[in-house]
C-alpha cells in the first residue's frame, strides 16, 4: 500500500456540525433565528408596520424636532432650544388655562367614562342575548353617530324653544330662558356631561366582548376556591380575565379625555366665553392653522403626548395590579 493510501485511510473524519441549542444560543441569535422561522408572519404584518412608522412614528419625531425650531412653512426652521417650552409655561397664560381646562376635563370624563362603561357592560351582560344586543345597540349609537352633540344643541337651545328651558319656566323654576352655551356657570359641566355620553361607545363594546369571552367554568372554580360574593368574583375571576379589554378601553378614554374639544367648538363656539373650556387642543389648532407658528404648535402638540403617554404607563401599573 503506498504512502498517498495509508494517509486517506488514517484521515480523520470530520464531524458533523451539531445545531446549537437553545441555551448555548445569545439573544440576538436566538431572534434572528426565530425571525426566519416565522418570516411569513412579518411579510403579512409588513404594510401595517410601515402605515405606522410613516403616518405614527415619523410625525411624532418631526414634531419632537421641530418643538425646538422657530417654523412658519414659508421659512426654514430655525433653531431655538428650549425657548418654546419656556414660553408655554412662562410667557403663555392662555396655555395655562388650556393646560388647567384639559387636566379638569381628562381626569373627570376620563375615569367616569371607563368606570361607567365597564358596570354599565356588566349589568348588560346579564340580559338575555335578545335584551342585551338591543341596550348595547342603544349605548353604542352615541359612538357611531357624528352628530349625536346635535341632541344637546337642541335640548339645552338659549331660547324658550329649547327643551331644558321650556321644561324649566313650565315649572316655574325660571322666568327667562338660560343660554346654557354662552354662560361660564353651565358651560364646564355640560361639557363634561356631553363628553362622558359621548364617549361610552368604543369603552362599553370592547368590555361587552371581554366579559363575553370570560370562561364560565373559572367563576365554577373560583367558588370551590373560596370566592364568596359577586365583587370578589369581578375582581378575582371577570377583570383578570379582561386586561387587554381594560387597557384597550382605557387607551381610548385617555385619548378621548386629552383630545376633547370638537364638541365645545361645535356647541360654545371658538373661543368659549371667556376661555372657560379651552384645551390644549384648542391652544394647539389656534397656533397652526390660525396663527402658523409651527415650531410652538409641535412644542404644545409634544407635551400633550408626552400628557397620555405617562397617563397609559400610570394606567398600565394600575391594572397590573387587577386581580391580586
Known amino acids: 500500500m503506498s504512502d498517498t493510501a495509508v494517509k486517506k485511510s488514517t484521515k ?21 433565528s426565530e425571525m426566519k422561522r416565522t418570516k411569513a408572519g412579518y411579510f403579512m404584518i409588513a404594510p ?6 410613516v403616518f405614527t412614528v415619523v410625525p411624532v419625531v418631526l414634531s419632537l424636532l421641530l418643538s425646538f425650531t422657530s417654523f412658519n412653512m414659508f421659512q426654514l426652521p430655525k433653531w431655538v432650544g428650549f425657548d418654546n417650552f419656556v414660553r408655554m ?20 370624563t376620563g375615569p367616569a367614562s371607563f368606570l361607567l362603561s365597564f358596570i354599565l357592560a356588566w349589568f348588560i351582560n346579564e340580559l338575555s342575548p335578545k335584551a342585551r ?81 370570560v370562561d364560565r367554568a373559572q367563576y365554577e372554580a373560583g367558588a370551590v376556591d373560596g370566592i364568596k360574593n359577586r365583587w370578589q368574583e369581578v375582581w378575582f375571576v371577570t377583570l383578570p380575565n379582561m386586561k387587554s379589554m381594560l387597557m384597550f378601553g382605557a387607551v381610548m378614554s385617555i ?23 379651552w ?34 404607563r400610570l394606567v398600565n401599573k394600575i391594572l397590573a395590579k387587577v386581580g391580586q
Open 133 to 213: 344586543a338591543l341596550v348595547t345597540f342603544i349605548f353604542y349609537a352615541p359612538g357611531i353617530s357624528g352628530g349625536a352633540h346635535t341632541i344637546f344643541a337642541l335640548v339645552f337651545r338659549g331660547d324658550i324653544y329649547g327643551f331644558a328651558n321650556g321644561w324649566l319656566m313650565k315649572l316655574g323654576i325660571i322666568s327667562e330662558p338660560i343660554l346654557f352655551f354662552q354662560n361660564e356657570t353651565y358651560i364646564v359641566p355640560l361639557m363634561i356631561f356631553i363628553s362622558i355620553w359621548t364617549s361610552l361607545g368604543i369603552s362599553f363594546l370592547s368590555f361587552i366582548a371581554g366579559l363575553q369571552g
Open 12 to 32: 480523520p473524519e470530520k464531524k458533523k456540525k451539531q445545531p446549537v441549542s437553545r441555551k448555548e444560543m445569545t439573544r440576538w441569535q436566538y431572534t434572528k
Open 89 to 108: 409655561f412662562l410667557d403663555d397664560d392662555l396655555f395655562i388655562t388650556a393646560f388647567k381646562n384639559t387636566m379638569i376635563f381628562a381626569l373627570t
Open 48 to 53: 401595517f408596520m410601515i402605515m405606522f412608522l
Open 255 to 277: 385619548t378621548n379625555a386629552f383630545g376633547f374639544g370638537a364638541i365645545v367648538t361645535l356647541l360654545c363656539g371658538t373661543p368659549s366665553v371667556n376661555y372657560c373650556a
Open 279 to 312: 384645551t390644549l387642543n384648542h391652544h394647539l389648532t389656534e397656533y397652526m392653522s390660525t396663527r402658523f407658528e409651527f415650531g410652538y404648535a409641535s412644542a404644545i402638540a409634544f407635551f400633550m403626548f408626552i400628557l397620555m403617554f405617562a397617563s397609559n
